[in-house]
Structures are given as structure tokens and as C-alpha cells.
């Protein structure tokens, strides 16, 4: 069997890379769940980490909605780093909010990404701090999102 080397593997390789379908391309981080509350009025699982990545990376945007009865929807993702970044922005375009959580060596922190007047914020849970630099990521995270927020087609177009 011959194998290609040199720039035409590269090539091909590139090739392979660029045709993978997009839906990879924009799923959350962690495990990820949808969670409302039932009519009455305990918060439950109803979507899990496919179902919610399916909705965000369709395009445009597919429709994540809670069963009947059920109020208050979000998505919840459980990961290794506590901020947010990457396709993040999706969640909002579904109009709910992202809640993240993270443990790491026996500290748990949360925090929730939000649209608020279409402006991207990012609200920490009490008892959860962040390091200077942290503060610095934070920052350029959101700017990141609000930026692929605005730019995106799938936003709601609203005024800030």
C-alpha cells in the first residue's frame, strides 16, 4: 500500500479537516444538561449533552424548547475551566441562560452567562472568585462573545 508524504498529504489532510461537517464545530464544553422546572416546581434534567449541542450547532439555530408545563429553562454545563468562551454565545441565541459549573481540587465555582438589553454578561454565584488573571480572560471571553453574538445571524437583533 502507498501512503502520500510531503505537501500533498498535507493537502489531503487539510482537505479532510476542512470537509468534517460543521456541526463539531459548535458544541459546548463539558457535560452539558437543559434543566427546568416542572409544573411542580422542582428543576430537572430534560435535554442532555447531544440534544443541547444538536440545537446550538444547527444552522441556522434549532429550537430548544422544554416540555409542556415546564418554565425557566437553562442549560448547565459541568467542566474543567470555569469560564466561558468558544460557542458559548450559542445558549443565548436560544434565549436561555448558560450556568457553569467547576470543581478542581475541591472547589466548586459557578457562575451564569446571560443576555441582559443584548449585552453579554457574565454573573458570578456567590462564594466564587476570581484571580487577576482570571479577571483578564473573563474579560476578553466576553468581549470575544459579545462580538460573535453581534455578528452572528442566528442573534435576535435587539437594541442595547
Known amino acids: 500500500m502507498r501512503t502520500a508524504h510531503g505537501p500533498a498529504a498535507a493537502l489531503l489532510t487539510l482537505a479532510v479537516v476542512l470537509a468534517a461537517p460543521a456541526a463539531h464545530a459548535m458544541t459546548l464544553s463539558g457535560s452539558c444538561l437543559m434543566l427546568a422546572k416542572n409544573p411542580q416546581g ?3 434534567a430534560v435535554a442532555n449533552t447531544s440534544q443541547v449541542d444538536a440545537a446550538i450547532s444547527a444552522s441556522p439555530i434549532k429550537a430548544l424548547l422544554p416540555p409542556d408545563g415546564y418554565s425557566g429553562a437553562s442549560i448547565l454545563c459541568t467542566r474543567r475551566d470555569f469560564l466561558p468562551g468558544g460557542h458559548d454565545y450559542r445558549v443565548l441565541q436560544l434565549g436561555m441562560s448558560l450556568l457553569i459549573k467547576s470543581t478542581s481540587h475541591g472547589v466548586t465555582r459557578s457562575g451564569a452567562l446571560e443576555l441582559v438589553n443584548g449585552t453579554v454578561q457574565f454573573r458570578l454565584y456567590p462564594g466564587t472568585t476570581l484571580d487577576p488573571s482570571e479577571v ?13 453574538y453581534d455578528s452572528s445571524p442566528d442573534s435576535p437583533k435587539t437594541k442595547k
Open 136 to 148: 483578564d480572560r473573563l474579560k476578553a471571553a466576553i468581549d470575544a462573545l459579545q462580538a460573535a
Open 42 to 44: 422542582t428543576i430537572e
